[in-house]
């Protein structure tokens, strides 16, 4: 088990965002977290990542527990993350934007940096290398010294991944990534997020709304309504299951 | 391949203006009269002040307020430095000045090291309880700390002198020393701008969550900026003390910080070449508009001095500049990205 995720409780005032959920995900695998809007799932995301604390229970990244510890550290253990609002640097290139996810890799100090002391050329080598490399995967390479925001929507979507990328993740969480995407497009990033795994060796967590999308790609789901788990396990028993039908998916047999 | 294309390219750029730079010192120093070496030494502190200022302000995104402080303690710590003894309990008249006042006695370089060095220790103890929190706590907070040290500066006279300030510190500034510095400065700024702490502080600047998101230590990187750019500020504070010769708490105003301000923000916040520019326009358009105080021949029409006359003509550029280029002059743009467009364009 990659991420274990122990009876978290998340409370803000009297409400309760999260009540008592626990789900785990093994290496390698696509997790889908699916639910309706307000259900938590996003919460979810942030608990993991360390911008929320748990009122109750724990997160175990590879058994070892994270939470309390502060993000940017939570991404140095492997985990990575993107929003479901693109949240791209605006003033910088889309080289850089990647860049930034290197940043605790490149070991070169600030007096290195200031003096441009050997080390500093050889890790700026070595990052701008390991980026060009993923960006090519993303398909993005052609844009890197583009402006990042002047790119469309769906090359966007994919700069904020490599840029997830670039932290060098065990466990990629996405916040749905294929919202505001045309069918085209989604069936294009379902086969980027096969590539994606295999390429880098990675586990992928997503959050997403859309149904065929998350049939093609996640090996298992967990269903969220208001806080509370209603479906864990595998995704052709969650089509099936009554209660998951009745609070999300009513209009799935249709569609 | 195309990575080391642009580390030639930028060495190359940087290269050229260098040598232009150091040239131009050589030659200003030996051609021009005292008056004109006066002002550019002091274009050459307030490249020093303005390119720092704009590390913080522009690049990081962090609003602050504070230079007026960092460079009375940089012209203080400098000048109490290169004063002797002697000259000191001549000049301090409201209180003796404390033993170790006296004794603290250096060169000039090691006095700047230190005005920059404590200025930056200043900088990174504020940081602690500024930057646990966001947003405009630290335009409040730098502000208060510029006026702190300038009373400070007052109600000590055993260190300072208080409001009478110190006097005869020796003439150590000229071309050499202030062009050097700056030179110095805007390579340094460049430099960390151009590395993963500049990317990260822009990072900051455009959307720090999602710096947070990509394991960037936030409050590392803003700590990292205000040092720096604090210790500039210290040394470009010495470097005005051994050109002033005399110092004294009013010329450490929160105009001082006004007054660079007006010129990141004319230049481009987050562009150091738009600093430069904007520290050259403002000094050298101030100095060179003096003739409008003056009685004036205008076709034929005498008109009579109007002391004044030149901060108004002034302002209405400013207002005139900010209305048509609203990003300041260079935006976010920096010299070698012209270049970059240019060859885009072929």
């Known amino acids: 088990m990659i991420l274990e995720v122990c009876n978290v409780t998340k409370k803000f005032g009297g409400v309760t965002a999260i009540k008592d959920t626990s789900f785990s995900v093994k290496a390698k695998e696509i997790y889908g977290l699916i639910g309706p809007n307000g259900a938590g799932k996003t919460t979810m995301f942030n608990i993991i990542t360390g911008n929320y604390e748990p009122t109750e229970g724990d997160i175990k990244f590879h058994g070892q527990k994270i939470n309390g510890i502060k993000p940017f550290k939570i991404v140095h253990r492997g985990i990575a993350r993107t929003f479901q609002n693109i949240r791209l640097f605006k003033s910088m290139t889309v080289m850089d934007n990647v860049l930034i996810g290197f940043d605790y890799q490149a070991s070169y100090s600030y007096l290195e940096a200031i003096f441009r002391l050997p080390r500093f050329f050889k890790e700026e080598r070595r990052v701008r290398k390991r980026a060009i490399e993923i960006m090519e995967v993303l398909d993005i390479a052609q844009y890197a010294e583009e402006l990042a925001t002047s790119l469309s929507y769906g090359q966007q979507r994919k700069v904020e991944i490599a840029r997830a990328l670039a932290a060098n993740p065990q466990l990629l969480l996405l916040d749905e990534p294929a919202a505001g995407m045309n069918p085209l497009e989604t069936h294009e990033l379902a086969e980027l997020f096969f590539k994606i795994r295999d390429e880098f060796d990675i586990t992928i967590l997503l959050i997403e709304h859309d149904m065929k999308f998350v049939n093609k790609l996640c090996d298992r789901v967990m269903v969220l309504d208001y806080g509370k788990t209603i479906f864990e396990g595998d995704i052709k028993d969650a089509i099936q299951n009554e209660e998951v039908i009745k609070a999300y998916l009513g209009d799935f047999k249709h569609a | ?346």
């Open chain 2, 1 to 346: 391949m195309i990575e080391d294309k642009i580390f030639t390219n930028q060495r190359l750029i940087n290269l050229a203006i260098i040598i232009t730079a150091i040239w131009f010192t050589w030659f200003a120093q030996n051609t021009f009269d005292e008056y004109t070496i006066r002002i550019i030494n002091n274009v050459a502190i307030f490249i020093i002040l303005a390119v720092s200022y704009n590390l913080i302000n522009g690049v990081t995104g962090q609003f602050s307020l504070e230079p007026n402080g960092f460079v009375a303690i940089g012209a203080y710590v400098t000048a109490i430095l290169l004063v002797d003894s002697e000259g000191m309990l001549y000049q301090y008249d409201i209180e003796d000045p404390y033993p170790w006042v006296l004794a603290l006695q250096t060169n000039f370089l090691w006095a700047l090291i230190l005005s920059g060095t404590i200025s930056a220790l200043l900088a990174l103890s504020l940081s602690f309880p500024v930057f646990r929190v966001r947003g405009d706590y630290l335009a409040i907070v730098t502000l208060g700390f510029g006026f702190i040290i300038r009373i400070l500066a007052i109600n000590s006279p055993e260190i300072t002198n208080g409001s009478l300030g110190i006097n005869d510190i020796p003439e150590y500034s000229n071309l050499y020393w202030t062009g050097g510095v700056a030179i110095f400065t805007v390579m340094a700024i460049l430099n960390i701008i151009y590395s993963k702490y500049g990317r990260a502080m822009k990072a900051v600047r455009d959307d720090e969550d999602a710096a947070t998101a990509m394991g960037v230590n936030t409050f590392k990187i803003k700590t990292l900026a205000f040092s720096t750019s604090a210790f500039f500020e210290g040394v470009g504070g010495g470097l005005l003390a051994a050109l002033l010769t005399s110092i004294s708490p009013d010329l450490f105003t929160f105009f001082l910080t006004f007054q660079l301000l007006i010129i990141i923000v004319l230049g481009g916040l987050g562009s150091t070449t738009g600093a430069i520019l904007g520290t050259i326009f403002v000094m050298a358009g101030l100095e060179y508009m003096r003739f409008l105080d003056e009685p004036m021949n205008i076709l034929g029409m005498e008109t009579e001095a109007m002391p004044g006359m030149r901060m108004v003509v002034f302002s209405l550029i400013l207002i005139l500049v900010m209305l048509f280029a609203r990003e300041g002059l260079m935006g976010k743009k920096e010299l070698s990205d012209l270049f970059k467009r240019k060859k885009a364009d072929k």
